[in-house]
């Protein structure tokens, strides 16, 4: 008699490695912000923590109002989800049936293979360009009839490339009605290009766009785990008919309300972040290090084959940042202090 084992495709199951986390090292591997959850966040945390003892909303109601306040959407077009990556896949879920094709440009967000193959989709992707942006082209010179859904990171991550209003709006004018594309935009607090558009526009106006959202980066909640979605709202109950029941924290819910509601000391810590973004990277092109432009809260080495060395020369010297082997490694922006020690070692591994 057969013994009981697991699906046999989670073997070639894509891996998603986390960012390390070293005893004594400056992390600069995961993308978090360095500041923590605002004073006024982990107040309103604290006062929740006597109401642990209850389940949460399930339906992040007090969260839903408060997003549909603050980004101008009716409730029935919000979906709360435990971060954007639990989105991902809730959103596959919701569109994707076996044999259906989730598309996504390479190298992208390392969640996006995890989550098509978890949901019985088929993964298709398309290279970057020679810049290391998002090649719309021949994204779309790949969808086909079994096309469900495409994934577009902007700012992207790793590269931190964007795409411009413009280049957005003549994709989705060709994109197929009947595939979803799904703008993930986890890192819009971070941008400051006024031609980088914010994606809850194009769902105003058309019926097959999606927003991703997370609270993880620029408010500091990465280890609360909320986001959300901005969708048609079809496809935003689609996307809560297959969300893991309470998966979203009463803390979580609290927190996220508190941080929306101050906006205008996240703003200004945003601000500190990209000023430190753009000194590091420019502190980088003086080394002659191939830097692209990036509107995220890190900065991208396509070191190729040195990639690893450069990796363990920062390990060497207490600093944990994220390789991708034969790629190139991911920096998250720190502190101006933990930046000094980067780029530090930056330069001995250009001078080697």
């Known amino acids: 008699m057969p013994s009981l084992t697991p699906r046999s495709d989670l073997e070639s ?26 004073p006024s966040v982990r107040e309103a945390i604290t006062e929740a923590l006597t109401t642990v003892n209850r389940y949460p909303d399930n339906g992040a109601q007090a969260l839903r109002e408060r997003l549909s306040q603050e980004l101008d959407v009716p409730q029935e077009q919000l979906a709360v989800g435990c971060g954007s990556v639990s989105l991902c896949q809730q959103l596959i879920q ?26 019985h989709a088929t993964s298709v992707q398309v290279p970057l360009t020679p810049e290391h942006g998002l090649d719309l082209d021949a994204m779309l010179a790949a969808v086909t009839e079994r096309t469900k859904l495409v994934f577009v990171c902007n700012p992207n991550n790793p590269s931190g490339t964007a795409l411009h209003r413009d280049e957005i709006e003549r994709f989705l004018d060709a994109v197929p009605p009947h595939v979803l594309v799904v703008l993930d935009e986890a890192y819009k607090e971070f941008v400051t290009d006024p031609e980088v558009p914010d994606g809850v526009e194009f769902t105003r106006t058309r019926d097959n766009v ?37 998966s979203v924290n009463s803390l979580a819910q609290t927190a996220a309300i508190a941080s929306l509601d101050a906006a205008e000391e996240l703003l200004a810590r945003c601000r500190d972040i990209v000023a430190e973004r753009e000194r590091v990277r420019n502190a980088l092109l003086d080394m002659g290090y191939e830097i692209p432009p990036t509107q995220a809260n890190f900065v991208w080495f396509p070191l190729g084959e040195r990639t690893v060395a450069f990796a363990e020369h920062m390990l060497d010297r207490k600093l944990v940042v994220r390789p991708f082997a034969g790629e190139g490694a991911r920096v998250t922006i720190g502190t101006a202090e933990e930046n000094d020690q980067f780029l530090a070692a930056a330069r001995e591994f250009a001078a080697i």
């Open 13 to 38: 199951l894509p891996k998603y490695v986390p960012g390390r986390t070293i005893q004594g090292a400056i992390k600069l591997a995961s993308n978090e912000v360095p500041g923590g959850p605002l």
């Open 94 to 119: 919701a569109v994707c049936g076996p044999g259906d094709e989730a598309l996504f440009p390479w190298r992208s967000f390392e969640a996006y293979p995890i989550v098509a193959q978890v949901a």
């Open 210 to 246: 999606a927003v991703l959202r997370t609270f993880s980066k620029a408010y500091g909640l990465a280890g609360l785990r909320v986001g959300y979605a901005v969708a048609p709202a079809a496809i935003a109950q689609a996307v809560q008919q297959v969300y893991v029941a309470f």
